[in-house]
């Protein structure tokens, strides 16, 4: 059976892993919702410039 010293090392070592997880599970969907929101944000300003090209060769 474990000794006590024991249990608080593993039980330290299972806290730091999952703050760790959680830390990485967060800033990789940061990293996506960055990507997406910046992806947007270029499709949306091409579409833009596709709209001012074709209404200025119109005129």
Known sequence: MATQP???ALLFIFSFL?????I???LF???RMARRSCEAKTRADTVTNTD????ASAI
């Open 18 to 22: 999952s703050t760790a997880l959680l």
């Open 24 to 26: 990485a599970v967060g």
């Open 29 to 31: 969907l940061v990293r």
């Open 6 to 8: 024991d249990i608080i």
């Open 52 to 55: 001012a090209t074709v209404a």
